[in-house]
Every structure is written in structure tokens, then in C-alpha cells.
């Protein structure tokens, strides 16, 4: 517990540093922002099939809505399964990552770049990004909760598929024109943060019902692939 307490904070303060930045204007930040939306920009603009391919893979693979869409039904399913707990685990981590996010966006109220011919649009405030921090909180919880049911020797598979898709959907949105470096770095961060702490209250509800401590690599809940999974365990 202790641990990932302290990641959690390891993941919280350096959101907390970045957002005071981002609020002071602090202009070293603002020239890493603006020099990545500049040279991004103009790869975009010289590339018309490179920029499709990256609003396909933001607006419709890597979309909030899509992502939380398989959250949600991988939720239903774990219902199906009478993993209460892990359902209640997934559902409060997709929920609320979403609505810690929209009330940064509120608070911080930054504005979304403004590009010469843009490539893309999207409404509402920029920092923290929704994409990526939805990007790390969805495939947080599809990863941990069926890595159980994948054998071992493909679940580097996985992982990689979750980092490509995290990093991926970053690297979309600052291309695309629609959010700064430090919005992507923001989202990652408050993402990651609430995992953490959402996992760490997963983990102590576990052991209040008996059941031994897990490692990560081994998913929330290795119970799953049982039949029943919500099934007292041994207190270890």
C-alpha cells in the first residue's frame, strides 16, 4: 500500500508542478509547446495521407468515446461474471478519470492552439487532454483487468499494445494542432495518478475480503479466470 501511495504522489505532484506552469505561463514551457506545434504542423500540412491517417486513428481508434465504449462493456461483461468488485474498480476509474478531467479543463480554462490553416478542430478547453488521459485510464483497466485471462507467454503483447495506444493517441492530438505538448504530458500524468490510486483501493479491498496481495504483471484480480471470481480467499 505504502508503495503505490507513493506513486501516486510520484504521479500527482509533478501534474500539480505542470498545471502551475502551465497557469503561470511560464516561457520556457511555452516555448516547447509552441516550437512542437510549429514543426508538427508543418509535417501535417505537407502530408495530406499522413494527416488522414492521424484523424482515422484520433477521431474514431483512440476516441474517448470508443475507448470508453469497451470500458463499458468490458463492465457488463464482468457483471456477466459476478465480478463485482472488479466492475466497480473499472466503472469508478473510467468515470471518474472523465469527470476529474473536465473539472481541470474548467479550472485551468487554457486555450487550444492556434494554427495557420489547421488541420483539425476540437471545442472545449485544452489542458489537461481528455484523449490522453482517457488513453491511459481505459487502457489501464482493459489491460489489468484481462491480463489474467491471457497466457503468459503473450502478455508482453499486451502491455505493448496498451503503451503503443497511450503514446499513439498522444502523439495525434499534438500533430493534429488540437492540444500542446504539455496538455498530452498533463493527461498522461492526471491519468496515471488516478490508476494509481484507484488500484491502491482496489488492492486493500482485496485484502479486507481475504484474498493475498497480487503483482501488477499478474493483472487486479488473477481470480478472474476462475469460475467464480468474487469468491472468498485464503487471508495470507
Known amino acids: ?58 477521431d474514431w481508434v483512440w476516441d474517448p468515446a470508443t475507448l470508453r465504449t469497451a470500458v463499458a462493456l468490458l463492465t457488463v461483461w464482468l457483471l456477466y461474471r459476478r465480478a463485482w468488485r472488479l466492475a466497480a474498480w473499472a466503472a469508478t476509474t473510467a468515470v471518474g478519470g472523465a469527470l476529474i478531467g473536465v473539472l481541470v479543463k474548467v479550472v485551468v480554462e487554457r486555450a487550444r492552439p492556434s494554427l495557420p490553416d ?58 493534429l494542432g488540437v492540444h500542446w505538448f504539455s496538455d498530452v504530458i498533463g493527461g498522461w500524468l492526471l491519468g496515471g495518478a488516478v490508476v494509481v490510486l484507484t488500484g491502491w483501493a482496489f488492492s486493500a479491498w482485496r485484502r ?16 478472474l479466470a476462475d469460475d467464480h471470481p468474487d469468491a472468498p480467499g485464503r487471508r495470507s
Open 118 to 175: 489547421p488541420v483539425a478542430h476540437a471545442p472545449g478547453y485544452s489542458f489537461p487532454s481528455g484523449h490522453a488521459m482517457t488513453g491511459v485510464t481505459s487502457c489501464a483497466v482493459l489491460l489489468l483487468v484481462l491480463l489474467p485471462l491471457v497466457p503468459r507467454g503473450w502478455r508482453w503483447l499486451c502491455w505493448a499494445a496498451a503503451g503503443v495506444s497511450v503514446l499513439g493517441v498522444g502523439f495525434t492530438r499534438i500533430a
Open 208 to 223: 479486507d475480503t481475504g484474498r493475498s496481495r497480487t503483482d501488477v504483471a499478474e493483472g487486479l484480480e488473477p481470480e
Open 1 to 58: 500500500m505504502a508503495a503505490a501511495l507513493a506513486a501516486g504522489a510520484a504521479a500527482s505532484v509533478p501534474f500539480a508542478l505542470l498545471a502551475l506552469l502551465v497557469e503561470g505561463a511560464w516561457p520556457p514551457l511555452r516555448r516547447l509547446d509552441a516550437g512542437a506545434a510549429d514543426r508538427l504542423h508543418a509535417v501535417a500540412l505537407d502530408h495530406p495521407a499522413w494527416t488522414t491517417t492521424l484523424r482515422v486513428l484520433s
